[in-house]
């Protein structure tokens, strides 16, 4: 019988389409996870991929937008800009409305603002919960969901490997988030982002020993978070970074 693999995508804005590389080599390998779980750039990967499409064609579904057509400006608001451009995008793309009605189970992480937890959710409207997956505290407004309020779920997880636990027979966790040293800060949005990347990492080492395979392209400190020009060389890092993986 085969075995049943699950991967967790982390967090980590442009970064995200090294995910799409580390899926397109899996699938060479005849890998192909049957559960996804994603924070923020992650779980936008994740629910496109859970939609049923290949990874090249979720490439060119994000290649063909930027950073600031997902953005606006939110003023006065709870955060600088907001991402209802990317909520509407979403619709667009994915011809499903929720996360249920995905041909593949798919977790989308967020934070829950007033409960202080990470929530996985693995039902509800995809645009609405990825909007808030990827709202980073400050820089985008928290997205209200139901009863809550909710920002990036990589303030508590940027690599949600736990939903996956107990469903499939091997975890893969894909980190795109790691930590450069820079010698100079620029505007206020690089200065948010700097920090947020600095603690999102906190539990980093926590997943990388609690998974079966743990990917972390090398390279990724080199492109900026809010940077989606340069789209095709992170796919082939994350490309790489795969294909040297050897499984069982």
Do not use: W
Request: proline fraction near 4%; charged fraction near 25%; include cysteine.
């Amino acid at each position: 019988m085969a075995l049943r693999y699950g991967i967790a995508l982390g967090g980590g804005g442009s970064r995200g389409f090294a995910h799409l590389g580390v899926m397109q080599a899996l699938h060479e390998k005849g890998i192909k996870p049957e559960v996804f779980s994603g924070t923020s750039a992650g779980a936008l990967a994740a629910v496109l991929l859970g939609s049923g499409k290949e990874p090249q064609e979720v490439f060119e579904v994000m290649h063909k937008h930027k950073m600031i057509d997902f953005a606006e400006l939110d003023m006065p608001g709870k955060g600088l800009f907001s991402l209802s451009k990317l909520k509407k995008t979403l619709e667009k793309e994915i011809e499903f409305k929720n996360l249920e009605d995905l041909p593949f189970k798919v977790f989308v992480c967020a934070t829950d603002l007033l409960k202080g937890e990470a929530s996985y959710f693995d039902k509800g409207p995809i645009s609405t919960l990825v909007q808030a997956s990827a709202s980073i505290p400050v820089l985008f407004s928290p997205v209200k969901y139901e009863k809550g309020f909710y920002v990036d779920g990589g303030v508590l997880d940027n690599v949600p490997f736990k939903p996956l636990k107990g469903l499939v027979d091997k975890i893969i966790a894909v980190n795109i988030n790691p930590i450069e040293v820079r010698d100079k800060l620029g505007t206020m949005v690089d200065v948010a982002t700097r920090s947020f990347q600095l603690g999102v990492n906190s539990t980093l080492n926590l997943s990388r020993h609690r998974v079966d395979y743990f990917i972390e392209p090398e390279g990724l400190h080199r492109y900026f978070m809010l940077d989606t020009s340069k789209a095709e060389e992170i796919f082939k890092l994350g490309y790489e970074s795969a294909s040297k993986l050897e499984f069982e």
